[in-house]
């Protein structure tokens, strides 16, 4: 029979066909592994790369350390007057302290409103140890910029022979630190000039004038952009006399007289605890006052004393206040702000002459504002005052 051959050639094709297909199962079973183990290695890298990208949001190298402020004071986004304002805190705040800028002059704090959880304020304003100070970690910006032992003092530059200033508008140079003093000259806006002292309260700096001379001038310190404080320059009185010598004797002061004599102004009962006015500004009721009153010194009545509250739907929202001070006589006062009974060294200050100066104060929280007489003078300097103050500039 012929069809038997092809009978068994099928049934052999058939069976090559069935071991050709269990031959080819073990290769294919052996390559699933191999897509297990690669899939396996991603895992191992993930911690080192998450490790290295938290590194840097690491920023203090020392535990927080408790401090309290001094005054109110704004806290900013970096250390640096000219910084954006995040917050305000009142007298008596207790802060967390992490760090330093390089100068000493800043500290960093734990502030949850802010971005990154830290604000700047400045160290001056807040009351931490020296040994504590030393040892926080200095920061620039928001990271850690060197190691706590690296020297600072290699990058603080020389005191400069000559400090400088620049000024914000036009002003008048008089021939005494007080506005009843002759105009000598003018000054544009924009005009460096040369301190080379300053009155008993800080509120007018002598200057070369002309620059570059040995000659002096007077110009209201409210006018004048610069930077530290004016606490090291040389202390000259109402006459424009020196009170503490220079250190190197190289200015002198041009020759003054007395712009007039005035009697002294009446002794009133007015204090910090017994202001002479009290007032609370709301959005629906009083926004303004004006407030006429006098002061001398050295003898008569030397300040007045006045307490206003911003009334404000929260407590220490922060709100906007505005003052003026016209004056006449032939005197100089100074103004001050006081916060539960302490400095609140963020007010810019005012003098005679000056509109719309703006202070932020908080809100439902009383504040007391004092004027006063300068009294460096030997003859008495009088100075009558209209005083305005309004929520609105």
């Not at 570059?212 to 952009?225: E, H, K, M, N, P």
């Not at 002479?276 to 003898?299: E, K, L, N, Q």
């Amino acid at each position: 029979m012929r069809t038997l051959p092809s009978l068994s050639l099928l049934t052999l094709f058939m069976i090559s066909a069935c071991s050709a297909s269990l031959q080819t199962a073990p290769e294919t079973a052996t390559l699933t592994p191999l897509p297990f183990f690669t899939a396996t290695l991603p895992p191992t890298l993930t911690p080192q790369v998450t490790f290295t990208s938290a590194a840097p949001t690491a920023i203090p190298t020392a535990a927080p350390v408790s401090a309290q402020t001094s005054t109110q004071v704004n806290v900013r986004s970096g250390p640096d007057a000219g910084q954006a304002s995040i917050g305000l805190l009142a007298a008596s705040s207790q802060v967390q302290v992490v760090g330093k800028d390089a100068s000493g002059n800043w500290l960093a704090i734990n502030f949850p409103q802010s971005a990154n959880g830290i604000g700047w304020v400045t160290a001056q304003f807040v009351n931490l140890p020296q040994a504590e100070a030393e040892k926080m970690p200095v920061l620039q910006g928001q990271l850690a910029a060197q190691a706590p032992d690296q020297p600072v003092a290699a990058t603080v530059e020389p005191t400069p022979q000559k400090r400088s200033a620049v000024t914000t508008r036009q002003i008048n140079v008089r021939s005494g630190p007080v506005s009843s003093f002759d105009s000598i000259g003018l000054l544009e806006p924009n005009t460096t000039v040369h301190l080379t002292g300053r009155n008993l309260i800080n509120t007018w700096a002598q200057i070369e004038y002309p620059s570059d001379s040995d000659q002096r001038g007077w110009v209201a310190v409210a006018y004048l952009s610069y930077d530290g404080f004016l606490d090291s320059l040389p202390i000259f009185d109402n006459d424009g006399k020196a009170i503490v010598q220079e250190v190197q004797g190289i200015a002198t002061t041009l020759p003054t007289t007395s712009p007039g004599s005035y009697d002294p102004a009446v002794e009133d009962i007015d204090s910090a605890e017994n202001p002479a006015v009290r007032v609370s500004f709301t959005t629906a009721g009083t926004r303004s006052i004006i407030y006429a009153s006098d002061v001398s010194a050295p003898s008569g009545d030397a300040s007045d004393w006045l307490e206003f509250t911003v009334v404000t739907p929260q407590n220490n929202q922060a709100a906007f206040i505005y003052f003026e001070l016209d004056c006449t006589g032939n005197g100089s006062i100074s103004a001050e702000m006081r916060q539960n009974g302490l400095l609140v060294a963020e007010f810019p200050g005012l003098i005679c002459g000056q509109y719309d100066v703006a202070f932020k104060a908080l809100g439902n929280q009383p504040y007391t504002f004092q004027l006063k007489a300068d009294g460096s003078a030997v003859d008495v300097r009088y100075v009558s005052y209209y005083l305005y103050i309004s929520t609105a500039p």
